[in-house]
């Protein structure tokens, strides 16, 4: 079975522009969270999906935002980037929304604001 | 507030001596406890979780953990060291009341592990 794959791997941009990161679960999971993960900050919960709603959000400006699809991947959107958006972002992914599991994560998007 | 924290930034250990990475957290009531490993640009790799029961969970790759409520600690242990074992090292906390996909992470240990 496929994992949780997220594209793309490695992006650079600069201020002001705007970004969209993927991320498609692994088959059957319909859960999908993001995590922005900085030498500062460490992992940051940014928000959680499931059954194509927000469920859950982390404390992050407006200008962070995501949407779930009907097939379950994920987008999650950065616009009016700054500096301090550099940052690798990992996309998670489990069965369900409420239970005793783990998640299973994925090896992220590098992004370099400059 | 939920809050996790791994007061060791790093652990050096040679191959085949035991290893521990620690982990307090403060989180409301019972909450499941979780480790996972990241090697250099990857993502998170699941290792084992406490859920309930037994205080002394076994994972993958010959890791275990002790969890304390007492201390609200929970340790992650390995009783022979690897070379390929060097990694960055997360615990984190769920709260019982959550969704799934809300943790709260430490700022992560760097095991490293010389031959």
């Known amino acids: 079975k496929a994992g949780v794959t997220q594209t793309p791997r490695y992006l650079i941009k600069t201020r002001g522009q705007q970004v969209t990161l993927s991320c498609s679960p692994i088959?059957?999971?319909?859960?999908v969270s993001w995590y922005q993960q900085t030498p500062g900050q460490g992992l940051q919960f940014l928000f959680e999906y499931f059954s194509e709603t927000q469920r859950n959000k982390g404390n992050f400006p407006g200008r962070f935002s995501g949407r779930q699809f009907s097939n379950s991947r994920s987008e999650m959107n950065v616009s009016t980037l700054e500096l301090g958006d550099s940052a690798l972002y990992l996309c998670?992914?489990?069965?369900?929304?409420?239970?005793?599991?783990?998640?299973?994560f994925g090896e992220g998007s590098r992004l370099t604001v400059l | 507030a939920q809050s996790v924290a791994q007061p060791e930034d790093q652990v050096n250990v040679a191959e085949g001596n035991p290893l521990t990475v620690k982990c307090t957290y403060s989180v409301s009531g019972n909450p499941y406890l979780f480790w996972y490993v990241q090697y250099p640009n990857r993502g998170l790799q699941f290792l084992l979780k406490?859920?309930?029961?037994?205080?002394l969970v076994k994972g993958s790759y010959g890791f275990e953990a002790e969890f304390n409520k007492s201390q609200t600690s929970f340790h992650l242990k390995k009783p022979s060291a690897l070379v390929s074992d060097s990694a960055l090292y997360f615990c984190?906390?769920?709260?019982?009341?959550?969704?799934?996909?809300?943790?709260?992470f430490g700022r992560g240990t760097q095991l490293t592990v010389w031959p």
């Open positions: 406490y859920i309930t029961g037994d205080n």
């Open positions: 088959s059957g999971h319909r859960s």
């Open positions: 998670a992914s489990s069965p369900g929304l409420v239970d005793t599991g783990e998640l299973f």
């Open positions: 984190a906390v769920r709260d019982r009341g959550s969704t799934l996909g809300r943790l709260y």
